[in-house]
Structures are given as C-alpha cells and as structure tokens.
C-alpha cells in the first residue's frame, strides 16, 4: 500500500505522541476529561477549547465551548461552538463553523492578488477523508467580518491545498446578489489545471452592438490545453478566440491562437476574417534546434475593425518564419522558410507578399588567423534559396533561386592611441530572375562587388566629475568618442535590375565617409554600480559618388545599404553628395528621454524628428509624452505629425485608486485617432475597473465601454481584457 511519507513537526510532539494540557483534568476508564484551557497537540493537528472529552481507545473527542481546531500539515484553522472528532480516522463534525484555508497566489501578469487566506462560514461542517464538507455558508477571501464579496450557498466541498467546489450558490457583492452558479470550481494547488467554464462578460461598442463574451477552458492532459472564448456582437456576429498550447516533450513546445470573425449583418464597417498567430521551439539534439513564429492576417479591414490595440490597428506587416540551426565554434548554419506581407491598405489584395521556401544559409563569425604573428579576422556569409514575390505592380515566379556567397578579411593597426581596421570584402550574388525594362523577364543576372572599408577610432578624450548632483549618482565620467569610416563599395552597374526581396538586395556601389562623434556621461553610484545616465551620438556621410552607381534616379524613392546604415528614414530621391545629419540623444535617469532627428542639410529642414518623455514618481505616479513629426519630401514618406501621451497613478496590485490616461493625436488631421481612460478600485480582496475607449482610424469610429471586476487569486469578471488593461 502506498502512504505519504510523514515527517514530524520541528518544536512538536513526537509522531504518535501527544502533548495534553489542562486546568482540571478526570479519568474513568478509556475517558479523559479535560476542563478548562483544554489542550490536545499531535505532529499533525492541534484542537482546543474550554472541556474536551476524550476516549483514549477509539480516539473519539467531545469538544464544548470556543473550540479551535488547526491542521499543521495543510493549514486550515476551524473556530466552532461544538466538535465531535476522532483522532484515528482524522474524521468529524463541527458546529457553528468558521474558519480559514489557505489560497494560492498565481502572481502573474493582470492577475489580482492578495496575501489573505480564504475565509469560510457555515453553520456545520463535516470534515471526512481531508475534506471538509461546509453546509449552508460562505466562502470569501476578504478579510471579515465585512467582505466585499460572498460566494453563498447550501453546500462547499473545500480540500485544503487541492481545491473547492460550491453548488448551487450566489456571488454577492457586498449584499448585492450579482449571478448565481449552480457549479463553481477553484483549484487550490500550486499549478492549477482544471476544465471549466469561464467567468462571462458583458460590454457595449458603438459600432458593434452590445456585445456578450462566454468561454470554456479545457486541460487537455498535462501538458496539453486550450481556451476557447467567444464575444456576440449583436451589431456585427461572434468573434471566437482560440488558444491552443502544449509541450510535446521535454524539448518542444509550441503556442497557437486563433481570432475568427464571421459577420452576420452586412455593412461596410464590419469585415470577416481571420488571424492566426503562434509560435514554437524544439531542441532536436547534437546542437540542432528548430524555432518559428507564424502570423496569418486574412484581410487588414478586419483586423482594424475588431482590434482593442492601437498598434494593432496601425500595423500592417506580418512575418512568418520558421528555421532549423545549429551552431559550433565560429560557424553557423540555418534552414529558414519565410512570409511577410505588407498591406498597402484595406483594399483586398493590396499587398506586398515576399516568400522564402527555403533558404540555406551558412555563416562564419570572425575567425582569428595569425600570418608571421599578424592577426586577420576572417569570415563569411552565404546563401542559396528560392524565393517570390508579388504585389499589384507585378509577380515573380513561383520559384526565383538566388545564390550569395560574401567573405572578407580584416586585420587592425595600432598607433598610440588611435586605431585603424582595414576590411576587404567581396560579394557575389546570382539571380534567376532581374527587371527589364520595368518588368519580370526569366533572364539570369549576376550581381558582382567588391568592398574596401578603413575604420579609424580616434583616442577617447576623458574627464571624471566627482562633485555632481546627488541625483546623477556619486560621480560622472564624460567620455567623447570620434570615429571615422571610409567605405567603397564597386562593381554593381546593374542595381536598378535587381529584383528587392530583403535587405540583402539593397547593396549598392558608394564611396562614402561617414562620421561618428559619441558623447557619454558614465554615472558610478556609491554601490559601485555604474550606469549610462546620458548618450548623444551624431552621424553624417559625404558622397564621393552622388548616384551610387547608379542607384539613386532623380524624384524615384531609392532604399539602398548605405541609407538604412544611417538612419531609418528614408532620404534618397536622387542623387546626392551628402547625407543628413542623424542625432539621437538619450537620458536614463528618474526621467528618460529620446530624442532622435535627421536634419537635411540639402532641404534646409529637419525630415523627421522623435521626442519621447517619460518618467514615474514616487513608484505611483507615472507620465509619458512622445511626438512623431515626419514632414520630408512626400516621394519618400507621407507627411505626419503625431502626438502622443499617458498620464495614470497606480498599478496593478495598488490598494485605493488607481487612474490612468492616455491618448493619440493626428496633428495634420486635427483628429483624435485614439484614446482610454480606465479607473480601478482594489480593496484587501477585489477590484473594480472601467475603461471607456475611442478609436477614429480610417473608417472606423468606435467608442467602448467596459469593465472588469476581479476577484484576487480567482480571476476576472467583466469585458476588460487583460492586454487592454492599463492596470
């Protein structure tokens, strides 16, 4: 027969001991009794009260009067007027019962959570085989004798540390009935996993109707499960969520969800459709490991339709990858399948798609040789694949091969202070496939350069501060670091032939030197920490081959190597003999601070620039303001101007109020694209949460209004995701 294995409490009696205290105390036979101050203590449990009867043979107790009853082992502690209890089966019945069990606290993310145990009420109790059976009472984790919250009820099955079950039973808020469950089920255990039915919720949406959310959570086996949840839209359909996860062994994993649409009524803000996403990870031995990610938007109408994220709504790329790789020593290699798909815009079919199906690529880090004692670093990348790409313009084969091989070789000088690093390079790149004239033609092209780069580091000029602001830290180092590179790359005449599929189509012929001045204030606090409290690097180009071989044509927007090496704003619609001047500049302190700009000299005018804000005071208090103001040449990107800002007090597990706000703002429109609002209410036990959200992008002009209320350690009632949640 198989037992737990018992292990006897550390300042206890001895296991099949007793410890036996009283102020009075009679025998007759097997009877004991015990009265006033009545004590009886083992390893496992301790029960008290004012007489306690006791029959040393059948182990039979009569407790009367303030009777405390405490099980060591799963620490549920019982207060009850009367008990009837056996000290060999561990069985009996308790009246006028309350007492305490404990819960556990599942700290994660949008979960509420607190340090109270489970309190319960009865008017008797059982307690048979570790169970206790509660009859006719309540169960609540708030701290009594005045909970926010009840859950009553006939009946409450309760298995400290396992779990509980009530039937047939009301959830009160304070004496306010909310819904009544003829089942409910919580697990007690340290990783709960149990099927049941989701808590529902109710919301209402402007542009879709009162809406009414269900869901069903199903433990599949150990290490498999699913969540399904619906929302019935009464102005658009069901909206379905469907996450599937599992852990096939030890070494592999993966995570699917699905959000489906299926729209009922027909109006052209409503849109049906589907999004797919998920992701997955397995080690499949001697080094090999496969990994992959998979996002899946049937149409972008729809994912702007139902989408509670602002990001969401604005972002119109999905990518898709899965790779098979395997690293040792300085090499690598991958075997990658690949999808992105931009979405122009609503319109169906609209869309860039570029796929990779697959693509072997092998890569050498650099590799240290010595020749007579001189170092060179030498290393490789290259590749072999099939790719295609479509859009409305124009179509590639199923299967375009392109074939890349890339070494090069460097090695570093040293002058005192000032440091030279030469690399030469060369790549050579064949396609199945290259423009003609504007169009696709199954005309073979070789792409062939040849890359000569010198880096000069100059000395770092340095000065310590050691009398600074208490708030910079103990002391600050400043540290200005110059740089200067020349780059040439040759031999590509046929850039504008090259059909584009990822970055490794943007290289062009230059010749180029590119400046690079870097000012750092280093902060050593007094626990010798030492952290970058300031950074402001600038960068600048100077063009010795304004077209780039050819690349850059007068009003095309041209995307090349060298561009997105400096910046990521495109600047090329033409030829040109200099870049902007790209600046970014960053504070991390109480306060962060970005700010990042590209000013044209050749405009006169700053193309784009980034400020953002933010900060939290007090650990309660938090702000943030950004702006993104983008105004250069239309060719290249469509004039914007967008501001950005949040304001809130709280997070999520704060007792009292917590607020927060934040909205974005269409300068050039004068629009309003977005905003929330969201107040929570915790007390020692629950929340309470409303949000209401405004969402006025494209042809979308939705106002929401919804609200949550959790139960801490149980979950969330309400229509108030927790991804959409502030707190």
Known sequence: MNQRLQIAREKGPPRGDYYVASAEQKVDGPWRYLIGAARVETSDYLIEADEIDWNEDTGDMIARGHVHFEHYERGEKIDAAEAEYNDLDEEGT?????????????????????????????????????????HDGFVTDCLVPNPWWVLKGPEFVLIPGDHAIARRSWFYLKKLPLFYTPWFYKSLKKNPRHSGFLLPMIGYSSLHGDMFGFGYYWAIGRSYDMTYSGIYYTGAGLASHLDFRGRINQTTDFNIMLFNVQSTVSSPFVSSGDRITGNFKSQLGDGWEARGSLDYLSNFAFLQDFTQSINEAVSSETHSVGYVTKHWGDFGVDFVAERDVNFQNTTPGNTVDIRKLPSAELTEREHEIEVDKFPFWVSFNASAGLLDRSQPQFQTALFVDRVDFAPQISTAFHFGDFNLVPTFGIDETQYSESFQNGDVVGQDLIRSSRTVALDLYLPSLERVFNHVPSWMGDKVKHVIEPKIEYKDVSGINNFNDVLRFDELDLLSNTNQLTFSLTNRLLAKHKDGQVTDLFTWQLLYARYFDPTFGGAAIYGNRDIIESEMDLTGIAFLDGPRSYSPISSVMRVQSAVNFEWRTDYDPLRHDFADMEVSLDGRLKSK???????TDIHTDPILLPRANQLNARIGYGNPNSRGWNAGFQIWYNVLQATVQFWDFQVTRNTDCCGFSMQYRRFNIGNRDDQQFEFAFAISNIGTFGSLKRQDRMF
């Open 621 to 627: 208090y938090f702000w943030g303001l950004g702006d």
């Open 94 to 134: 308790f009246y006028d019962v309350s007492g305490t069990a404990q819960s556990t606290i599942a700290a994660r993310p949008g979960l509420l959570t607190t340090q109270n145990p489970f309190y319960f009420k009865a008017k008797w109790a059982e307690r048979v085989n570790s169970r206790y059976i509660l």
